[in-house]
C-alpha cells in the first residue's frame, strides 16, 4: 500500500479559476516588455478557441508570427499546456473567439527557461469593460518549465477522470463507452480529496492494493499452504502492469479486483456439497459471486465474460452433484431413505436454480441500471430506453473501434510475450538529453516464465504426473479473459491481458509447486 500511494499524484494544482466566454479577452502584463518564448498555461474544464495577440504599450495589437490561434479542447484539461511565441511584448491578449475557457494559471518563458514575471492580469469583457484578474498569476510556483505527471491528467484520465468530474457536476458524461459504476467509483476519491491527480486516481490506487489480499486467500484455497499464498500474492504484487494501470485513474483496477474476487466466490462455491452441508452455507460464496459479478458487469463489459467461466463451473459443479447422487442411489449403498435424499436434493437444487436467477440475472440487471443514476441527474427522461441506446452505442462503438497504424495496437498472440507497451506520459522540455515518461507493459520475467509455465503444465498434465484440483477451473478463467480478444473485431492493446495476469501467476505457482514436490 505505500508504494501504491507514493508519488501516486499531486493535491496541489492550481485551483482558482477565471472563467471567459466567447468574446472577452484574458490581458496579461508583464513587468517591462520580454523575449517571450514559450506560453504555458492550466485550465480545468474547457474547451475553447483562443486568437493570441501581442502588444508593446497595450494599446496597438498584433497576431503572433508563431502562435496565432491556441485551439484548446477538452483532451487538455486539467494539463499544462505549452504554445511558442518567440517574440518581445509586454502585453499579450488572449481573445476567447469562440467557447468557454477556464483559465487557473499563466506564465511565460524564455529562452533560458527563466519564468518571466507578470505585472497584473486584466478580463477584458465584450462590452470593454475591465477589471483586474489576480486569479490567473496568483499561484507562480505551480508554473513549472517540466511537466510532470503528478499534476496533469495522463493517457485515458482525459476520459474516466473527466467524466467523474461530470457526474459530480451534473453534466451529461463524455465517457458513454463503459457502463457508469467505474467512474463513480472514482468519484468518491475526488469527493475526499478534491479534483486533483491523487484525488481522481485515489480509488483506483486502493482497489490495486486490495486485489492482493484476494489473490492471497484465492491461493490459498487452492494450495492449501501459506508459502504458496504468499508466492502469488508477491508473484502478482511485482507484475510491472499491475503497478502502471492501477495508479492511473481508469477503470481497469475496479473490473479487475471484481474479476479475481467473482473467481474465487466460485471456486469457494465449488468446495461446498449441499449433498453434505446445510443448503444455506452453500449459498453464501454462490450469492457473493453473483454480487461481484453484478458490480463489475456494470463497471466494464470485461467482467461479463467471466461470466462465462462462472456458468460452466456453476453447472459443472451441479452435474457432479448429480453423480453423486445417483452413487448414493446406486445399489452398492445400502440406505433407507434413499427416496428422501432424492427429495431433498431436488428441493435444494431447485432453490439453489432459483437463488442463481436472483443473484446472477435479476440482482445484475438491477444494479446495473442503478448504475446509471448519474445521467439521471443530467439528462431528462433519460430512464430504461436511454439505458437501452446506450447499450446500443456501445456495442456498435467497441464493434468498430479501428484506430489503423495506432502506436500502440498489438495483436493477441504478442502479449504474453510483452512485446508492444502502451504509452502513458512523456514529460515536456527536459535538457540535457534526459527524458522522463510512463509506459504500461508487463514483467517481463513474470509473463515469459507465465508462458513457459503454461506449455510445461500441459506437457506435465498430458502424462498424468499432475495434481490438477484447482487448474482446470483457472484455465477456464484464463480463457474466459483471452479468447474473446481473439474473436472480436475492434483494435486492442496489451492492456486488455492484465485481467489474465491474476491467473497466469497462479500457473506458475502451480508449475512451481509440481517442481518442489518432484525434485526437490
Not at 503572433?64 to 517574440?87: C, L, P, R, S, V
Request: include cysteine.
Amino acid at each position: 500500500a505505500v508504494v501504491a500511494f507514493t508519488n501516486l499524484g499531486g493535491t496541489n494544482i492550481p485551483e482558482r479559476t477565471e472563467v471567459l466566454t466567447e468574446g472577452e479577452s484574458y490581458i496579461i502584463e508583464l513587468d517591462e516588455s520580454r523575449y517571450i518564448e514559450k506560453l504555458e498555461y492550466y485550465a480545468g474544464y474547457a474547451e475553447a478557441d483562443l486568437v493570441v495577440y501581442l502588444s508593446e504599450d497595450g494599446v496597438e495589437y498584433h497576431s503572433g508570427t508563431q502562435t496565432n490561434m491556441i485551439d484548446h479542447e477538452y483532451n487538455k484539461m486539467f494539463a499544462w499546456q505549452f504554445y511558442d511565441i518567440y517574440e518581445h511584448a509586454k502585453y499579450i491578449k488572449l481573445y476567447v473567439s469562440h467557447g468557454e475557457m477556464e483559465l487557473r494559471e499563466i506564465g511565460f518563458w524564455n529562452e533560458a527557461a527563466e519564468l518571466l514575471p507578470i505585472e497584473n492580469c486584466y478580463i477584458l469583457g465584450s462590452s470593454g469593460a475591465k477589471r483586474e484578474a489576480p486569479d490567473l498569476f496568483d499561484e507562480q510556483d505551480e508554473v513549472d518549465y517540466v511537466t510532470d505527471y503528478m499534476d496533469e491528467m495522463i493517457f485515458d484520465e482525459v476520459y474516466h477522470a473527466r467524466t467523474a468530474y461530470e457526474y459530480l457536476e451534473g453534466i451529461y458524461p463524455y465517457e458513454i463507452t463503459h457502463p457508469p459504476f467505474g467512474n463513480s467509483i472514482m468519484t468518491l476519491g475526488i469527493r475526499l480529496f478534491g479534483m486533483n491527480p491523487f484525488g481522481w486516481r485515489f480509488m483506483g490506487a486502493l482497489f490495486g492494493v486490495m486485489i492482493l489480499p484476494v489473490m492471497y486467500v484465492f491461493a490459498k484455497r487452492i494450495f492449501k499452504k501459506t508459502k504458496w499464498a504468499c508466492a502469488s500474492t508477491i508473484l502478482f504484487a511485482a507484475d510491472f502492469m499491475h503497478y502502471a494501470l492501477t495508479r492511473i485513474a481508469t477503470i481497469d483496477s475496479y473490473s479487475i479486483f471484481f474479476i479475481l474476487t467473482m473467481a474465487y466466490f466460485m471456486y469457494e462455491y465449488m468446495q461446498h456439497n449441499f449433498l453434505k452441508e446445510k443448503l444455506s452455507r452453500t449459498l453464501l460464496p454462490l450469492g457473493l459471486c453473483g454480487m461481484f459479478w453484478a458490480l463489475g458487469c456494470a463497471t466494464k463489459w470485461l467482467c461479463i465474460y467471466a461470466g462465462v467461466g462462472l456458468a460452466i463451473a456453476f453447472f459443472y459443479t451441479v452435474y457432479q452433484r448429480s453423480i453423486e447422487l445417483k452413487v448414493i442411489l446406486s445399489e452398492d449403498y445400502v440406505l433407507e431413505n434413499k427416496e428422501a435424499i432424492k427429495k431433498d436434493f431436488r428441493k435444494k437444487l431447485i432453490w439453489t436454480l432459483l437463488f442463481c436467477v436472483l443473484m446472477f440475472i435479476i440482482v445484475p440487471l438491477a444494479v446495473y441500471c442503478v448504475s446509471y443514476l448519474p445521467y439521471e441527474n443530467t439528462a431528462e427522461n433519460f430512464g430504461l430506453h436511454g439505458i437501452w441506446k446506450n447499450q446500443e452505442y456501445m456495442l456498435n462503438y467497441h464493434g468498430d473501434v479501428r484506430e489503423e497504424g495506432h502506436p500502440f495496437n498489438s495483436k493477441v498472440w504478442t502479449w504474453p510475450f510483452d512485446i508492444r507497451p502502451v504509452f502513458f506520459f512523456m514529460a515536456n522540455n527536459m535538457d540535457g538529453g534526459h527524458t522522463a515518461g510512463i509506459s504500461c507493459f508487463g514483467n517481463p520475467i513474470l509473463w515469459w516464465s507465465g508462458a513457459i509455465a503454461v506449455l510445461f503444465l500441459i506437457g506435465v498434465g498430458k502424462k498424468g504426473k499432475l495434481d490438477f484440483k484447482g487448474m482446470p477451473y483457472i484455465a477456464l478463467m484464463a480463457l474466459c479473459q483471452l479468447v474473446p480478444w481473439m474473436i472480436i473485431r475492434r483494435e486492442v492493446y496489451i492492456y486488455h491481458y492484465f485481467a489474465t495476469v491474476p491467473f497466469l501467476v497462479l500457473a506458475i505457482v502451480f508449475a512451481l509447486r509440481y517442481l518442489e514436490e518432484n525434485f526437490s
